[in-house]
């Protein structure tokens, strides 16, 4: 069954309706997308209310499987969690469309990847890995996406036709996944770094001697501003960050080197989550323009 000639007639199947899910849905209706379809665990259950009013609000429909979900979609966006993504697949090929499109955003190690686009690949649909290279909120839905395998070519044209922001990348499945995962040894790596730096140096008192050496070293960066938009990050988002870095620390393993960096940005990622889930920083979502005011609170709440 092939897809309309229209990408905007196409429907548009959203596996994860959770902030990315969310953000897709909108700026997809903004382009004149009518068909979207969504799909997500979190639906049926007490967590699900805040959705099915977006949804319904947004002229979403809601399937209530991922075969469901895949019987309806011209193309399947896979917005999940990181160790979600193989799963996923999995779910979604039973009722999959054949030549149907498959969208994978998950932050997943290149193995994983590889394996999602096998499982989609002999049930008759179009895999596609789509590495997202930076934050996407503030991009929305053209956050630069460097898109990979066999297929990746003959999806750019109709995603910039949605919306998207993407540009073919390696046709070898996992490339572009390998490139994602290793810039976030970086980027998540310096998050927990600065995490950890910066709430050190207020528990011993040497914050502003520290700052003032890292302008001197790095004079480009704001460090007041960028830690506090760290802080912020880890807050908001230390669970998927954690997801991720696990996704990113088996990615180092595929290389053949011991993650000892990733591992450690994990955990505490997943530490600063933690806190967080027990409403150490309040509203996890409110603006946070003071790094110091949460690293007392990490100091009050971890310090004997």
Known sequence: ?????????????????????????????????????????????????????????????????????????????????????????????????????????????????????????????????????????????????????????????????LGFEGKAGPAKLGVASATKMCRSVMIKGLEAMVIESFTAARAWGVEDAVLASLAETFPGIDWEKQGAYFFQRVIQHGRRRAEEMREVAQTVREAGLEPWSAAGTAERQAWVADLADRGLFGDRAAPREDWRADADRILAATQP
């Open 1 to 161: 069954m092939s897809c309309p000639a229209d990408p905007l007639q196409w429907t548009i199947g959203l596996v994860g309706y959770g902030e990315v899910g969310r953000i897709l849905a909108e700026d997809l209706r903004a382009r004149g997308v009518a068909n979207i379809v969504a799909c997500d665990i979190k639906l049926g259950g007490p967590d699900g209310a805040p959705l099915r009013d977006h949804a319904a609000r947004h002229g979403v429909r809601l399937a209530e499987s991922h075969a469901g979900l895949a019987e309806q979609s011209d193309l399947i966006v896979s917005a999940v969690t990181a160790s979600q993504a193989v799963p996923v697949a999995e779910a979604c090929t039973p009722k999959l469309r054949s030549g149907a499109w498959f969208l994978d955003f998950n932050s997943a190690s290149p193995g994983a990847k590889i394996r999602a686009g096998e499982i989609v690949a002999a049930a008759g649909g179009r895999y596609v890995e789509g590495a997202v290279m930076t934050s996407i909120p503030p991009y929305r839905i053209r956050v630069p996406l460097l898109l990979g395998g066999p297929h990746a070519a003959a999806l750019v044209t109709p995603l910039h036709a």
